[in-house]
């Protein structure tokens, strides 16, 4: 998943990257693996400065969804830390410049629920209903942002 | 005490962009807290 230029390039600029390999790294792989749950590779976890993961990757990816999942991890990382408009200008980021990834119908629900959380304002979980209804609407997220309209129940 | 490698080595036009993993999670953590970033860990299976 890593041999794109991108991805590595993400990586090396976003991360502190750790490979831990299921054979070559036995004990390690048992003992982290064990403390995360990490139970099939590829698996991918974001985690943040206190040690808790804040996403989680499991199996391969292409690379535009993989980078789609990277940035949707760092945005909950900064959401977890109480940043949200950093955390909302990232789940945007997503929206807009990977649209087509899975990661963006469920980056535009929190990035409402981070405008929400950094504003108080229930507008801001009106406007993502609003959002969702030109877009996304096979999605869980469209469903989930619907109680949000007007007409939500 | 495991070491760092740097692996997936990607070549683009004669330049190589590797990675610089990490084996130590514990440390990469760290540093994570020193430098205020996260950390990207891997569980792999694919040829180191």
């Given amino acids: 998943m890593y041999v794109d230029e991108r991805v590595a390039g993400f990586v090396s600029e976003n991360f502190l990257p750790v490979r831990v390999h299921v054979k070559d790294d036995a004990d390690e792989f048992q003992r982290l693996g064990g403390r995360f749950g990490a139970e099939w590779t590829p698996t991918i976890l974001i985690v943040d400065p ?3 993961e804040r996403h989680r990757v499991e199996g391969f990816l292409p690379s535009e969804e993989l980078l789609g999942q990277l940035e949707f991890g760092l945005a909950r990382v900064d959401f977890s830390a109480g940043s949200y408009s950093e955390a909302e200008e990232r789940f945007r980021d997503i929206v807009e410049g990977r649209p087509d990834t899975e990661a963006a119908p469920q980056a535009l629900y929190w990035a409402g629920v981070a405008r929400y959380k950094a504003t108080n304002d229930g507008g801001a979980l009106e406007d993502t209903a609003r959002a969702f209804q030109g877009r996304y609407q096979e999605t869980p997220w469209a469903k989930k942002a619907s109680v949000w309209s007007d007409g939500g129940d | 005490m495991l070491t760092s490698r740097a692996t997936n080595v990607h070549v683009t036009g004669g330049q190589a962009m590797p990675i610089d993993w990490s084996h130590d999670f514990e440390d990469a953590l760290e540093r994570a807290r020193r430098e205020g970033r996260s950390v990207l860990l891997d569980f792999s299976a694919a040829p180191m």
């Fill in chain 1, 50 to 52: 206190q040690g808790e």
